[in-house]
C-alpha cells in the first residue's frame, strides 16, 4: 500500500515509512536494502560498482543527465567491486545502489553520513537535472549519485560501502519562534540557560575541555595511513590524529586548511518526535567551516534512549586567514523538524549507534 497523507501533514518520514516508500517502488535498489540500513530518520546510501574520477566537481543544470556530465568530463573509471582507494584532493562520482521514483508531495535532502564527516570526505548527492547539491525536488524520478573527495586521509571503499544519507520529507515543517521557546522549555534541547533561540538553537565549541587533562579536540595528521570505511575500532588515535589540549585563556587558533575534531558546549537533545540538522551558524562569517555531516536522529541525546548528556561532534576547518575560537563561541545551529510519526526505533536504541551518548568523539574507525 503507498503512503497516504492528510492535506496538512508535514514533517520528515520515519523508518517505517521509508521501509513503505520502498515497498511501495518509490526508493528502488539495484540489490535489496540491507536490514539496518534504514535508520529512525533516513535512509543509509550504498556505493554502486564503480566510481569515475572527474577533472572537476560540477552541478548538471536544468538540461543534463548526470551520466551526460560524467562522459564528458571523466579522467578514469574505477571498478570498487570488493576494495579501491580514493585519494586526497581528487573528485570521484559514483552512481549509488538507489534510485528515486517519488510521490510528487515528497522530496529528500541527503548529508554525509556522520562517520564520513569526522573523516574529512567531503560528499554530495547529485541527482539529474539538479540545481543544487544534496536537495532532490518533489517527485523526483531518476538516479542518485555521489560526489566523493577525501581531503586529509586516503580512504578505502568498496561497492555497498555506506558514506552518505537521505531523509524523506512531506513539505517543510521547522520548528521557530514561540514553538521553538516552548520545545527548549519543555525538552532542554539544549543544557544551557538562556540559549539563543534565534533561527534555531546555537551551539557553542568547548575549549574548557574534558577530562584530567582537558582534553578539546584533535588536529588531523597529514601524510598518515589509508583507512578503510567500513572497518570499526581498527586505527589507533595517535597514527591520525594530534591531540589538544585547554590552554589557560580556552582559546584556539584554527590554522587556515587544517581539519580538526572538537565538541559542542552543550548537551543537546533531539526530541523522539523531532529531528535536526546542525546548520553554519551564519553563512555570512566565512572565516571558518563547521560540519560537513549536519544530521541528528530523533532520540539522540534522549535519557530514554541512553543519551543523556550527548554532546554534538563538530568537524571544522579555517579557510584563508588563521582564527581565533573563544570558549562557548557560537560554531553552529541546530534547526528542529517535526517527524511525520515517530520512528519505531530511535537513535541508540540497540540499533548498533555509534555516538549515543558521546562526548569528544573520533569516527568509529578509531580503537580507543
Ligand atoms: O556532525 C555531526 C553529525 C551527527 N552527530 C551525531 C548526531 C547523530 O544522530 C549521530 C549519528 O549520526 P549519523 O547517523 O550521521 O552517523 P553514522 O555514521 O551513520 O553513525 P551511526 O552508525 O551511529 O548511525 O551523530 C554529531 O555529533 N555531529
Not at 521557530?176 to 534565534?198: T, Y
Not at 560537513?292 to 548528556?309: K, L, R, S, T, V
Not at 582564527?323 to 520512528?343: K, N
Request: glycine content about 10%; hydrophobic content about 40%.
Amino acid at each position: 500500500m503507498p503512503l497516504a497523507f492528510g492535506p496538512t501533514d508535514r514533517g520528515i518520514l520515519p523508518d517505517r515509512m521509508i521501509a513503505t516508500l520502498t515497498s511501495s517502488g518509490g526508493i528502488i535498489t539495484s540489490v535489496p536494502l540491507a536490514d539496518d540500513q534504514i535508520q529512525p530518520a533516513s535512509l543509509d546510501l550504498r556505493l554502486g560498482e564503480v566510481a569515475y574520477r572527474v577533472r572537476a566537481s560540477f552541478l548538471p543544470g536544468p538540461r543534463a543527465t548526470v551520466a551526460e556530465r560524467i562522459d564528458s568530463l571523466k579522467l578514469h573509471e574505477i571498478a570498487l567491486g570488493d576494495g579501491a582507494v580514493l585519494e586526497t584532493g581528487c573528485v570521484y562520482i559514483v552512481p549509488l545502489q538507489e534510485s528515486l521514483a517519488l510521490p510528487a508531495d515528497l522530496g529528500a535532502a541527503a548529508n554525509p553520513k556522520s562517520s564520513t564527516g569526522r573523516l574529512d570526505v567531503f560528499t554530495r548527492v547529485i541527482a539529474d537535472t539538479a540545481r543544487s547539491f544534496d536537495r532532490i525536488e518533489p517527485g523526483y524520478h531518476g538516479p542518485l549519485y555521489l560526489e566523493i573527495s577525501p581531503r586529509t586521509f586516503p580512504v578505502l571503499v568498496r561497492e555497498g560501502s555506506r558514506l552518505a544519507q537521505m531523509r524523506f520529507h512531506r513539505g517543510r515543517s521547522l520548528v521557530a519562534g514561540d514553538a521553538l521557546v516552548d520545545l527548549q522549555a519543555r525538552e532542554g534541547l539544549v543544557d544551557e540557560e538562556g540559549a539563543d533561540l534565534a533561527e534555531g538553537v546555537a551551539v557553542g565549541v568547548d575549549l574548557a575541555g574534558f577530562g584530567p587533562d582537558g582534553l578539546i579536540g584533535y588536529r588531523a595528521k597529514h601524510h598518515s595511513g589509508l583507512i578503510d570505511v567500513d572497518r570499526r575500532a581498527r586505527y589507533d588515535v595517535a597514527e591520525y590524529w594530534e591531540p589538544l589540549h585547554a590552554n589557560r585563556g580556552k582559546t584556539l587558533i584554527l590554522d587556515p586548511d587544517e581539519f580538526y575534531i572538537l565538541a559542542s558546549k552543550q548537551a543537546v537533545t533531539v526530541p523522539p518526535d523531532f529531528a535536526a540538522e546542525m546548520v553554519p551558524f551564519d553563512p555570512l562569517v566565512g572565516e571558518f567551516r563547521v560540519h560537513y555531516a549536519g544530521f541528528f536522529d530523533p532520540g539522540f541525546g534522549c535519557d530514554e534512549a541512553g543519551g543523556h548528556g550527548s554532546r554534538a561532534v563538530l568537524e571544522v576547518r579555517s579557510h584563508e586567514v588563521p582564527f581565533i575560537l573563544e570558549h562557548g563561541q557560537t560554531v553552529g545551529r541546530l534547526v528542529y523538524e517535526h517527524m511525520l510519526a515517530q520512528p519505531d526505533q530511535l537513535y541508540g536504541e540497540g540499533i548498533g549507534s555509534n555516538y549515543q551518548a558521546q562526548g569528544l568523539k573520533l569516527s568509529k574507525h578509531f580503537r580507543v
